[in-house]
């Protein structure tokens, strides 16, 4: 691996960074709840002490913000975020990420931090048209979309959903989600990945 990143450069080799939903949910939730607005400016003051899990979060976003300074951006372009379930799901990763002085648009060389949803249960699978329709037609989300080319990467759960409903049940909930999704995408102006 060494010399392959020596002779080719960490860019060809791209990392992808995964963190659950419940994980990102709670660190909002802990940060929204216990920060204060500066009354001098509207920057947002952290709290002194966080959980663990919290300082660990945005420790996460603070190093993909260096290391997209510091080596090729495109390294690290996209963010799964596993047990995907909602929307807010993905605003949370964005907002996570800002937090932590990411920049999730694109601009020249820097593809930007793309949220990667994946969605994994099978409710969750029936429901990812429906929250990527939401997610795309959003006046907030559109700038993003605008900037990443109106391409966006999803991915679906062939594992948590066998376990959830049985091999068949699974292939049948991934196969319509992602005829599902497609044409959610078409009718969005996305292409899909």
Same mark, same amino acid.
């Given at each position: 691996?060494?010399?392959?990143?020596?002779?080719?450069?960490?860019?060809?080799?791209?990392?992808?960074?995964?963190?659950?939903?419940?994980?990102?949910?709670?660190?909002?939730?802990?940060?929204?709840?216990?920060?204060?607005?500066?009354?001098?400016?509207?920057?947002?003051?952290?709290?002194?002490?966080?959980?663990?899990?919290?300082?660990?979060?945005?420790?996460?976003?603070?190093?993909?913000?260096?290391?997209?300074?510091?080596?090729?951006?495109?390294?690290?372009?996209?963010?799964?975020?596993?047990?995907?379930?909602?929307?807010?799901?993905?605003?949370?990763?964005? /907002?996570? *990420?800002?937090?932590?002085?990411? !920049? #999730?648009? $694109? @601009?020249?060389?820097?593809?930007?931090?793309?949220?990667?949803?994946?969605?994994?249960?099978?409710?969750?699978?029936?429901?990812?048209?429906?929250?990527?329709?939401?997610?795309?037609?959003?006046?907030?989300?559109?700038?993003?979309?605008?900037?990443?080319?109106?391409?966006?990467?999803?991915?679906?759960?062939?594992?948590?959903?066998?376990?959830?409903?049985?091999?068949?049940?699974?292939?049948?909930?991934? /196969?319509? *989600?992602?005829?599902?999704?497609? !044409? #959610?995408? $078409? @009718?969005?102006?996305?292409?899909?990945?």
């Amino acid at each position: 691996l060494l010399v392959e990143v020596r002779t080719y450069g960490l860019h060809l080799q791209t990392l992808d960074i995964r963190q659950h939903a419940r994980v990102h949910a709670a660190a909002v939730a802990e940060i929204a709840g216990c920060a204060q607005a500066s009354s001098s400016s509207t920057a947002l003051q952290l709290p002194a002490a966080l959980s663990a899990q919290t300082a660990e979060v945005l420790e996460t976003f603070r190093a993909i913000a260096e290391l997209k300074r510091k080596y090729p951006a495109e390294s690290i372009s996209q963010y799964v975020i596993s047990g995907a379930t909602s929307a807010e799901d993905v605003l949370n990763v964005l /907002w996570l *990420a800002r937090l932590g002085g990411v !920049r #999730v648009e $694109a @601009d020249g060389d820097d593809p930007g931090l793309q949220p990667v949803p994946l969605f994994e249960s099978i409710e969750d699978l029936e429901n990812a048209p429906g929250i990527m329709r939401r997610l795309w037609s959003s006046e907030a989300f559109q700038p993003l979309l605008r900037s990443w080319g109106y391409r966006q990467e999803i991915m679906l759960g062939y594992s948590d959903s066998n376990k959830d409903g049985g091999m068949i049940t699974s292939t049948w909930q991934i /196969w319509k *989600a992602h005829r599902d999704l497609h !044409r #959610v995408a $078409a @009718d969005c102006g996305v292409t899909l990945r």
